[in-house]
């Protein structure tokens, strides 16, 4: 065990048994994080809760009474922040989350077992919602393949599908967050978004690691439904 640029202890795992190059490095970082560390102290259920705090510390968009959409929800830790903000645990707010697995329970927050890429998804979510939404959030992050172009594809892919979720359901003013990561394919998401909402702009939170190209996109003041054209 050494110390690290800043003084802490730092954990080398050794290699050995079945375990992979990758699986050793994904360990070693867990145990050396210090948001991992701090969420364990805290409570969350993962380090992401600490990204979501950051974005709504200085962008005020979680508040008392607003009703909440979490995609891709699981393990749980934007629900849980998104809860404590608005109130849920309270009946002051509410939280809706989603996701492919399986999620804890968590008080204040109604979860459904759904896969969103399934045609039926945003319907069945809409009726869980039984009503508009405030803000819609997105951690979801599509399966990587290894190929640079065809992973950014499937993640602009994803997030335009949840863009055009959030669209139906917000209520005017509302605000759209979602996981994105750092390349050119987003042109069009980010055209279309600036064309529903009155500020879009991308953001990374000083807890997403420094060295992964994950950023968000953060879209605030929609504009609401757009009416379809008439003949």
Wanted: avoid cysteine.
């Amino acid at each position: 065990m050494a110390k690290d640029t800043t003084g802490r202890l730092h954990v080398t795992v050794r290699t050995g048994g079945k375990r992979k190059l990758s699986s050793k490095l994904w360990l070693e970082r867990q145990l050396n994080d210090p948001y991992v560390a701090q969420a364990r102290r805290e409570g969350y259920r993962s380090r992401a809760a600490f990204k979501l705090i950051e974005i709504d510390d200085k962008h005020h968009f979680l508040k008392p009474g607003m009703t909440v959409v979490d995609l891709g929800a699981a393990p749980g830790g934007w629900s849980q922040i998104a809860a404590k903000r608005v109130g849920a645990a309270d009946g002051k707010g509410r939280v809706v989350a989603i996701d492919l697995l399986e999620m804890p329970e968590i008080v204040g927050v109604s979860f459904a077992q759904l896969d969103f890429h399934a045609a039926d998804a945003p319907e069945k979510l809409t009726a869980m919602l039984g009503g508009r939404a405030d803000v819609v959030l997105s951690d979801m992050a599509a399966n990587t393949t290894g190929h640079r172009k065809t992973d950014q594809l499937r993640i602009v892919g994803l997030v335009e599908i949840a863009a055009a979720f959030a669209v139906e359901v917000l209520n005017p003013g509302g605000t759209f967050l979602a996981k994105v990561f750092q390349s050119g394919a987003d042109a069009e998401l980010l055209a279309q978004l600036k064309r529903d909402f009155t500020s879009v702009r991308h953001v990374k939170p000083a807890s997403s690691r420094q060295d992964s190209s994950e950023r968000y996109v953060l879209a605030m003041g929609f504009r609401g439904a757009r009416k379809s054209e008439g003949p």
